[in-house]
C-alpha cells in the first residue's frame, strides 16, 4: 500500500513523476476522464476546508471517479466518540482510497497505519500538508519552469503554518535551493525543521527581519495567514497578526520574473493591490492544485498496486510505548494509541515523536 502522509514519502523521482503526469493531464485532460471510473474517494475532513476538499472532489470526478465523505465531522459517528482508527476501517470497506484533514497532529498517519486503503494527509493541525505542497511545486514549475536553483522567502506564521513545513521538506529534494525567513519572534520556524530538515538535508536558510530586504533575492516569495485557529490565547494572535502585510509598493525592488505563491485563503497578509501584478500567482495556483490532486490519486492506487513500491511508514529506529509526547495536540494526547518515538536525526541520543515531531515529555 502507499499513503501520503509526509512529502518526504515520496522520494525525488516520484516527485517528478506526479509532476510530470499532472503537466500531461493539463495537456492532454480527455485522456485521463476515465481513469477512474468505478472508483470512490472517501474526503474526511475533520477541520474546515474550501480549497483543499473542493480540488480533491474537482480532481476525482474529472478522472471520472465519485466521492463519498464528509465536510463536518459533527455529522459522523466521530460525534459519538469513534476513533480515527475505525472510522478508518470502516471506510476501507466503502472507498478505493481516503483524504483526511485533522486538526489533530498525526491523526493521518494512524489511518494509514489502519488502512486497507491509501491514505492521503489533507493536513494535520500545525504538522504537515503534503498535497498543498505538490500543487507549489507544480506551480513553481509551471511558471518558473524548474524547482530547483531557487531563493524562496517564506513570510508570516512560519510556527503554525503547515504549509511551509511541508513545502521546505519538499525543497530538501532539489538541488540549490536557499530558503530566506521572514517572521516575527513568535511564529518562528520550528527547531526541528532547521535542525532536522534545513541543516541535515543543506537546505541553507537566513532569518532576515523584513520583507524589504529579502525582496531582491526571491525567486519566489511565499506568504502565509497567521493561522489564528491555533493559538491559544486572543491576545498573542492580536499582537503578531499584522506583523507582516505584502502590498504593491513593497514589490518595488523584487525581480520581474519573481512570483508570489499563497496557499490561501488570505485575510490581510496580502493587499487586493497586489492581485493585478502578474506576479501574483495564487489563483493559477490553486487550479494546479487539482491537476496535481489528479495525479496524486491516480499514482497512489497505481503504486499500490505493485509490491516492490511498498514503502514502511514508520521511520527506521522507531520505538513503541517508551515515551509520551509533549505536543497536547498530538494524536496519541487524544485518542487511545501506541506512543511511537524515534531517533531526533539532529541530536544524537535523543527521540522526537513520529506522529508529530514534537520532543517527548520531561
Ligand atoms: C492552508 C491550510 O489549510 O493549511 N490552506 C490550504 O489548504 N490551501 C493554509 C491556511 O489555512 O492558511
Excluded at 152 to 157: E, L, P, R, Y
Excluded at 318 to 330: E, M
Excluded at 335 to 358: H, I, Q, W
Aim: aromatic content about 6%; some cysteine; glycine content about 4%.
Amino acid at each position: 500500500m502507499r499513503h501520503l502522509i509526509d512529502p518526504t514519502d515520496l522520494s525525488s523521482s516520484e516527485l517528478q513523476e506526479i509532476i510530470d503526469l499532472a503537466l500531461d493531464i493539463i495537456a492532454d485532460p480527455a485522456q485521463y476522464a476515465d481513469a477512474c471510473r468505478g472508483k470512490k474517494l472517501a474526503t474526511l475532513f475533520y477541520e474546515p476546508s474550501t480549497r483543499t476538499r473542493l480540488s480533491f472532489t474537482s480532481a476525482m470526478m474529472e478522472l471520472g471517479g465519485n466521492v463519498i465523505g464528509f465536510s463536518n465531522a459533527a455529522n459522523s459517528s466521530v460525534s459519538k466518540g469513534e476513533t480515527v482508527a475505525d472510522t478508518t476501517k470502516v471506510i476501507s470497506c466503502f472507498a478505493d482510497i481516503i483524504a483526511m484533514r485533522h486538526p489533530i497532529e498525526g491523526a493521518p498517519l494512524i489511518s494509514a497505519l489502519n488502512a486497507s486503503i491509501p491514505v492521503i494527509n489533507a493536513g494535520d493541525g500545525s504538522h504537515a500538508h503534503p498535497t498543498q505542497t505538490l500543487t507549489d511545486l507544480l506551480t513553481i514549475r509551471r511558471e518558473l519552469g524548474r524547482c530547483d536553483n531557487l531563493t524562496i522567502g517564506f513570510c508570516g506564521d512560519l510556527r503554525f503554518g503547515r504549509t511551509v513545513h511541508s513545502l521546505i521538506k519538499a525543497l530538501s529534494r532539489f538541488e540549490n535551493v536557499k530558503v530566506v525567513l521572514i517572521a516575527p519572534d513568535e511564529l518562528k520556524l520550528p527547531a526541528y525543521m532547521k535542525e532536522e530538515v534545513c541543516d541535515r538535508y543543506g537546505v541553507p536558510y537566513e532569518e532576515v527581519a523584513s520583507m524589504e530586504e529579502a525582496m531582491p533575492l526571491l525567486d519566489i516569495f511565499y506568504m502565509t495567514r497567521v493561522q489564528k485557529e491555533r493559538f491559544l490565547d486572543q491576545e498573542d494572535y492580536d499582537r503578531v497578526k499584522d506583523c507582516f502585510i505584502l502590498t504593491a509598493d513593497k514589490l518595488k525592488n523584487a525581480k520581474p520574473e519573481m512570483r508570489i505563491l499563497h496557499p490561501l485563503p488570505r485575510v490581510n497578509e496580502i493587499a487586493i493591490d497586489v492581485d493585478a501584478d502578474p506576479r501574483a500567482a495564487y489563483f493559477r495556483q490553486v487550479e494546479n492544485g487539482k491537476f496535481v490532486r489528479m495525479a496524486l490519486i491516480l499514482k497512489l492506487l497505481e503504486w499500490s498496486k505493485i509490491p516492490s513500491m511498498e514503502r514502511r511508514l514508520l521511520p527506521d529506529g522507531t520505538i513503541p510505548n517508551a515515551y509520551h509526547c509533549s505536543n497536547p495536540k498530538c494524536i496519541s494526547n487524544h485518542e487511545p494509541v501506541e506512543t511511537l518515538f524515534r531517533p531526533d536525526r539532529a541530536n544524537p541520543g535523543k527521540y522526537r515523536c513520529v506522529y508529530c515531531e514534537s520532543k517527548p515529555r520531561s
